[in-house]
Each structure stands twice: as structure tokens, then as C-alpha cells.
């Protein structure tokens, strides 16, 4: 039987995947921007001649924290700092648990270079405890250097595994934005092709579960589901189109919970509120008005 207390996790923290590198150029920020769900009106996204020159989403930074999209060195399946801790409790159970992507947070220190090359370092900072009966959340960090060693971008990621709640850990507590009692300021609707997921996962979040439908079936969903950091791309574009049209260089902190699963080829609500001159919260509903991504934090260059 497993000796459940609060030091268990204890030897996991600050352990990662290693120093990598991501080399990318036009062809890979022209396909995320498609994988997200830019459109063939986007040119600035995905023309490498446009006149104004090609521009690149700020959520492309994402793309290093799964280790295996163009990462030396490789790894042939996707494998981030929270599958540490997944592999530390399905060895202690003896079984494969629950497990699933929270929250990510997304603090640009600087405009993303176009093409160049992601130097990565990542680790767990902390197991925290959601009680009894309630699992734990892996508190996983990434930072990116370019070649130079610059600081891009740091990545808080927060990720659910449903065992050993309880352990008697540092708590954890999910931020909350505060909705304001009124319409939202920007509205908009906006197709997620059926085929996204398929198209996202050439950018290497390769996961069976978004693609094969026995696999989906077998965890207990309808059918393949859209990758959590897609949808956090797709609705980063959204508030990039209605706030700043094609200037994703403006984009300093994005942050968003993964609320319920998303399936693609439906029509997706973006609802967000201005705070104040360069910040928004925001959330994303579904066509049937179920709550995709919630207690969104949008900032930007005013």
C-alpha cells in the first residue's frame, strides 16, 4: 500500500525534461497559424511574402513545453514536466489514472522572432493539493531563451491528476476573474473546422485521444476532442483579431482555464470585458453555450 503524506512528492520538484532546442522557421509559424484556425484571408499569418511581412502569434511559444515538435534532443511522443509526476503515480498505483490539462499561463517578454530557434528549460515547481478525494495539480514551469540567451517567454502550465488528494500538500487555489455585472464589450462567433485537431496535431501535439476514436471512446468521450492549448491559440487569435487586428507583437499575458472538452466543427462564442486600457477577461462557450475556457486574462501593449 502506498504511503500517502505530504513529502511524497518532494523528490519530483524542480526536476524536468533537460535543456532542448527548437529550430523553426516560416513553414512552422504559417502552420500553427492554420492549426489555430486562421483562415486564407489571413495573410499576415500565413503568406511569407506579404507585403506588411509574415507576423506570428504569440501562442506559438507553446509549441516547445510537449518536447517533441523539431526538439533536439527528440523525443517520438509528447512528453512535458507534469508526465513526471503522471509517471511518479500511475507507478505508485499501478494503473493509469486520470489525468488532464488545467490552466495555462503565457508571459511574453518580448516579440517572438519569426523564425529562429527556442532554447528550453522546464521543471516542476510544486505538486499542490486539491483534498481529499480530489487529486492533485502539477504546477509545471518553461522558460524560453532564443539564441542569444533573451528571455521569449515563460509557461505556467496546470495539470489535474486524479489520485492522492489529500496527501497534505500545499493547497491549491485556482484564480478567479471578476465578470462584470454587464453585456460583454466584444462578441464574437467564430467556426472551429472539423478538421482542426487533425491539422493541430503536425504541430506536435501528437496525443491519440485527439484523433482516434477507440482510444476517445475508451477514456469515456464521444469522440476525438480538441487539444486544450489549441483552443487556447484559437481563442488567443479571436482577441488578437478583435482588440488589435494583425499585431500579435502587442501581446504581453495571456491566461485561461481549460473548463470542459471541446469538439471540433462547431461555432465557438468569444465573450470579453475591457478592465481597463490593455486588459481584458474573457471566456469561451460553445455552440451549446457550455463554458470551454473560463476566467480568461488577456494583456497587451496599449
Known amino acids: 500500500m502506498t504511503d500517502i503524506n505530504k513529502d511524497m512528492f518532494k523528490d519530483l520538484i524542480g526536476r524536468g525534461c533537460g535543456a532542448r532546442k527548437m529550430e523553426y ?4 509559424v504559417v502552420l500553427y497559424a492554420l492549426g489555430v484556425g486562421a483562415g486564407k484571408y489571413d495573410l499576415p499569418y500565413i503568406f511569407e511574402q506579404n507585403p506588411g511581412g509574415l507576423k506570428i502569434l504569440p501562442t506559438f511559444a507553446l509549441l516547445p513545453y510537449l518536447n517533441n515538435v523539431n526538439m533536439e534532443p527528440l523525443r ?11 509517471d511518479f503515480i500511475t507507478e505508485k498505483l499501478g494503473y493509469l489514472q486520470n489525468r488532464l490539462h488545467m490552466a495555462m499561463d503565457l508571459i511574453l517578454h ?5 523564425e529562429g530557434a527556442f532554447l528550453t528549460e522546464d521543471r516542476v515547481n510544486d505538486v499542490l493539493d486539491r483534498g481529499e478525494g480530489k487529486g492533485v495539480v502539477a504546477d509545471c514551469q518553461m522558460d524560453i531563451y532564443d539564441r542569444a540567451g533573451n528571455p521569449l517567454a515563460t509557461l505556467h502550465s496546470y495539470h489535474y491528476h486524479s489520485a492522492f488528494g489529500g496527501f497534505g500538500g500545499p493547497a491549491f487555489k485556482s484564480p478567479k476573474q471578476p465578470y462584470p455585472d454587464r453585456p460583454a464589450d466584444i462578441e464574437v462567433t467564430e467556426y472551429m473546422a472539423d478538421n482542426l485537431a487533425v491539422l493541430y496535431r503536425l504541430t506536435g501535439d501528437t496525443n491519440r485521444v485527439h484523433i482516434d476514436p477507440k482510444m476517445a471512446e475508451d477514456f469515456g468521450y464521444k469522440m476525438p476532442f480538441m487539444q486544450g492549448l489549441c483552443t487556447y491559440g484559437f481563442v488567443t487569435r479571436m482577441l488578437i483579431q478583435a482588440v488589435m487586428p494583425y499585431e500579435p507583437e502587442r501581446v504581453k499575458h495571456v491566461y485561461a482555464q481549460m473548463r470542459a472538452v471541446c469538439y471540433p466543427g462547431q461555432n465557438m462564442k468569444l465573450e ?15 455552440e451549446e453555450d457550455r463554458l470551454i475556457l473560463g476566467n480568461g486574462l488577456f494583456e497587451y501593449q496599449a
Open 25 to 28: 522557421d516560416w513553414r512552422n
Open 110 to 114: 518580448r516579440p517572438l522572432p519569426v
Open 76 to 86: 517520438h511522443v509528447p512528453y512535458a514536466p507534469n508526465e513526471i509526476v503522471g
Open 272 to 286: 470579453a470585458w475591457k478592465l481597463e486600457e490593455g486588459k481584458i477577461i474573457f471566456q469561451l462557450k460553445d
